[in-house]
């Protein structure tokens, strides 16, 4: 299937490069991937994740725990928007691993154009804080973040950033106030989930299970 989750892993130095893209649903491959990365820090791209569904993240948070039960040491880099609305609304579900960065999506209301941006959540976590602005490349207008930046950045409050001295505390009430315009049509936010139970992957000591 063309959206079909891909996986990629390759080692850089003492970290494991982990490259997701395509479709995160109930044919995705992440048991196998369990044994090819070892104890250490890994770096996991999911800047091509475009979807991601109720097994994905079931699956994903055990494949998450199974990871840190081995000793290895999860960091989220260019986090896609569809993986950021999965932060916001599942509470664990970047587990123990530390979000690097992050995708913005923007919208040019003259051009109708769109873009993403990748941010470091180091410096959007500081106090007063703001998206950066994007001018449109067929227009140069300031283009329009084509979500609700109090809804879209919620994770900010909670996210442990790598690097940093101090983890932002979870559970704060720091709320990121955007100067930056938003798209006036709102996409529907997927459905809550409910919390996944830790049993596809984990067990320490077990061999890594296919998920289902």
């Not at 990871?67 to 123990?96: E, H, Y």
């Not at 930056?180 to 409910?194: A, F, L, M």
Request: some cysteine; overall charge negative.
């Amino acid at each position: 299937m063309a959206h079909k989750l891909h996986a990629t892993v390759e080692q850089a130095g003492d970290t494991s490069v982990v490259k997701l893209a395509g479709f995160l649903d109930e044919d995705n491959n992440l048991g196998r991937l369990v044994s090819e990365i070892p104890a250490g820090t890994a770096e996991i791209d999911l800047g091509g994740v475009e979807r991601i569904n109720s097994v994905g993240i079931r699956d994903w948070v055990n494949w998450l725990a199974a990871l840190d039960a081995n000793g290895t040491r999860t960091v989220l880099v260019a986090c896609s928007p569809a993986i950021v609305a999965q932060i916001n609304l599942v509470k664990n579900f970047a587990g123990n691993g530390a979000v690097k960065s992050f995708q913005v999506p923007y919208h040019c209301r003259e051009c109708d154009e769109e873009k993403v941006v990748l941010v470091e959540t180091a410096e959007m976590s500081e106090p007063g804080a703001e998206p950066p602005m994007c001018p449109c490349a067929s227009c140069g207008r300031a283009m329009d973040i084509d979500e609700m930046p109090e809804s879209y950045f919620a994770f900010l409050g909670t996210a442990s950033v790598p690097g940093s001295e101090r983890d932002l505390a979870r559970g704060s009430s720091a709320v990121v106030k955007s100067k930056v315009k938003t798209r006036e049509r709102r996409s529907n936010p997927p459905e809550r989930q409910s919390r996944p139970s830790l049993s596809a992957f984990q067990a320490p000591g077990t061999g890594a299970k296919s998920p289902s």
